[in-house]
């Protein structure tokens, strides 16, 4: 088995605002470099042998906060692109479109000129199915985005994304994958260097 890190990039500037990112590159706040850095220390616990990561900036940015200098960049670990609704304010989207908003977290809407969820769930989940494969470590740090966790999550351990709070900036949430990539038993969820977080923005 393979235990398979996963940790949600720390705050970004959008994060802050409450705007959807989608797949817009976006850096760290402050607040963001902060969380990201108090993670460090666990994840140094853990001492993974290989580190993969989106390549957008705010992950980027992440990985090399918790001590990672050199991670394997892979496009396919990006976030959910959102089409029209990039750098929408949610508070916005749930005035004018409630419906449309709760079936996107639901993964039965697209946004307009945005990715199906089944399509992204297969993207994001390919690369963890690859990296399992090839064996080689016993922990595997993937650093992403909370859409990606939660894409995983509904792959490997058929949560459907409804049934899942939007996953804490900086946090941290681990799986256990077998060589096969036929079973899979959740180790942890949604943890935070400090106190937890369960009001994260999407």
């Known amino acids: 088995m393979m235990r ?6 720390g705050q970004s500037e959008w994060n802050a605002t409450r705007q959807l990112q ?28 290989r580190a993969v990561s989106s390549d957008l900036i705010r992950v980027r940015e992440t990985a090399a906060l918790i001590g ?16 029209d609704w990039t750098g ?3 508070s916005r989207l749930i005035e004018t479109e409630k419906d449309n908003y709760l079936g996107w977290r639901a993964g039965t809407y697209r946004p307009p ?13 390919g690369v ?32 459907n994304p409804e049934n899942i709070i ?18 899979a038993r959740l180790e942890l969820f949604n943890y935070r260097a400090g106190l937890p977080n369960v009001d994260a923005p999407d």
Do not use: M, Y
Not at 4 to 9: A, E, Y
Not at 68 to 83: H, T, W
Not at 113 to 125: I, K, M, P, Y
């Open 22 to 49: 989608g797949q817009a590159d976006i850096a760290l706040s402050a607040q963001g470099r902060t969380e990201a850095r108090a993670l460090r220390d666990t994840i140094a616990a853990f001492a993974p042998e």
């Open 166 to 183: 939007p996953v804490a900036p900086a946090s941290l949430t681990a799986l256990r994958i077998d060589a096969a990539v036929s079973t």
């Open 88 to 90: 929408r304010a949610i």
């Open 113 to 125: 000129g945005g990715e199906a969820w089944a399509d992204f769930v297969r993207r994001t989940s």
């Open 68 to 83: 990672v200098a050199d991670p394997k960049l892979d496009p396919d670990l990006r976030e959910i692109s959102v089409g």
């Open 4 to 9: 398979v890190l996963l940790v949600r990039h």
């Open 128 to 159: 963890i199915e690859r990296e399992v494969r090839a064996g080689g470590c016993t922990n595997l740090l993937v650093v992403c985005h909370g859409g990606v966790i939660r894409a995983i999550l509904q792959q490997f351990l058929k949560l």
